[in-house]
């Protein structure tokens, strides 16, 4: 494969699939800035490898497996630095993210290997076997992940849609991820 022919193919798949991993590895990790700076790495290596990413069955998937790796390695080097207080908090959702902050704190509280779990079966529609093989687990372990995170989500928003005012609990938004964790069960 030619330089510029990788270049390009490499440069269509960054623009087409950069938003959803930066949005998925967000979820996972409720900062911004960190996010964006697991996302990049996961690109570069990525590039780097790029005869064996393009050939992989779900290369996105392998950019957001890359990214969360990188973050567990970056913990691992900083667990002893970084104070506790806090660091559980939502960050406020990026505007241009397709769910509301609500839907996004019930993500966060869900514990990590269900966050991960409803990241790559729900916002990378993989299927069950290939979310085990990305998390190192049986089908069956992410299957029980998944019915405990929809069970633990649908509680969470509607008790806020039940706070909420009728007009937000009825948003486009609200009512898509609703329907779409529904759907999931």
Known sequence: MGVERKQAEFTEFYRGTRDDCLR???????DQ???EELVAEA????????RTVRR?????????????????????????????????????ADPSSA???????ALWRLPIRQRQV????????LDTETTAQMLGISPGTV??????????????????????SPHVAGTPQRRGVT???????
């Open 24 to 30: 998925i590895v967000l979820l996972a990790v409720s």
């Open 118 to 125: 409803v990241a790559l079966r729900v916002l990378l529609d």
């Open 179 to 185: 329907r779409h964790v529904e759907a999931q069960a």
């Open 56 to 92: 992989h069955p779900a290369p996105r998937a392998w950019v957001v497996r890359t990214a969360l790796n990188a973050h567990a390695s970056w913990w691992r080097r900083r667990r002893r630095e970084m104070p506790l207080e806090g660091h559980d908090l939502p960050v406020p």
């Open 33 to 35: 800035a960190l996010a």
């Open 43 to 50: 690109f570069a290596r990525a590039w780097t490898a790029w």
């Open 143 to 164: 299957g029980v992940h998944l019915h405990r995170a929809i069970a633990t989500l649908r509680a969470d928003i509607a008790l806020a849609d039940s706070r909420a």
């Open 99 to 105: 769910l509301d902050t609500a839907v996004l704190a």
